[in-house]
């Protein structure tokens, strides 16, 4: 079957706008993650579902990020008066349970690459 | 607050050489551990994994043993071929990775 897919792959915009990501895990991955990774840098945890409902948004650096995944499936990563500090890959991972002490495999998305000019 | 940390890079090793990428992690209860492998122009994908303390985690002739005692979990290849080259990530199951090493084996 299809991996996880993530549009756009990249996206350049200007200071202060509005943007949004979008993450299609795994059929029947009832778990999904996104992360940050900057240049040199590991992934930085940002959020987690399980199922519709946030789990753990605890890696969410500031009110102006915000993820959503409405029907349990496709997840949406929105950020808001962007700066040009968030530019970063954002990558998005599905698991089909997960959560802390899980020992389920998250299979990755190719990132979308997100320029704050 | 759990955390890991790996080896610094980059490492450049000659074909056929040992590896070993260090990684030790500091956490509350008893994750899992992973490694990740990001192969050039590719996204992430997992390399190996260990559920348990003691347990071998084994993929494409690397290997890595979950030892609890020095919070540990280190990488590693008897014999590196070129299409190694890659940046590998150890992570913990409760989503946090480290930085990641940089790998170039030359021919």
């Known amino acids: 079957g299809a991996g996880v897919s993530q549009t756009p792959s990249n996206k350049v915009t200007e200071k202060g706008k509005y943007v949004e990501l979008r993450c299609d895990p795994i059929s029947g991955h009832t778990a999904l993650y996104w992360y940050r990774q900057s240049l040199g840098q590991g992934p930085e945890f940002l959020i987690y579902?399980?199922?519709?409902?946030?789990?753990?948004d605890s890696g969410l650096p500031n009110d102006r990020f915000f993820a959503v995944r409405p029907e349990g499936s496709v997840s949406t990563l929105k950020i808001q008066r962007t700066e040009r500090g968030d530019s970063a890959v954002y990558l998005c991972a599905s698991s089909l349970g997960g959560g802390p002490q899980s020992t389920d495999t998250q299979y990755f998305g190719p990132g979308t690459r997100l320029t704050v000019l | 607050g759990d955390s890991v940390t790996q080896m610094e890079g980059p490492v450049t090793l000659s074909e056929e050489a040992f590896l070993t990428i260090n990684c030790t992690y500091t956490?509350?209860?008893?994750?899992?551990l992973f490694w990740y492998v990001q192969y050039p122009g590719e996204g992430l994908q997992l390399l190996l994994k260990?559920?348990?303390?003691?347990d071998k985690g084994s993929n494409k002739g690397f290997e890595a043993t979950y030892r609890k005692e020095t919070t540990s979990f280190h990488l590693e290849k008897g014999s590196v071929q070129v299409s190694d080259s890659a940046v590998y990530f150890c992570a913990l199951s409760d989503m946090r990775f480290g930085a990641g090493t940089r790998l170039t084996v030359k021919p």
């Open positions: 579902f399980q199922g519709t409902g946030a789990a753990d």
């Open positions: 956490a509350t209860g008893y994750p899992s």
């Open positions: 260990a559920t348990k303390a003691d």
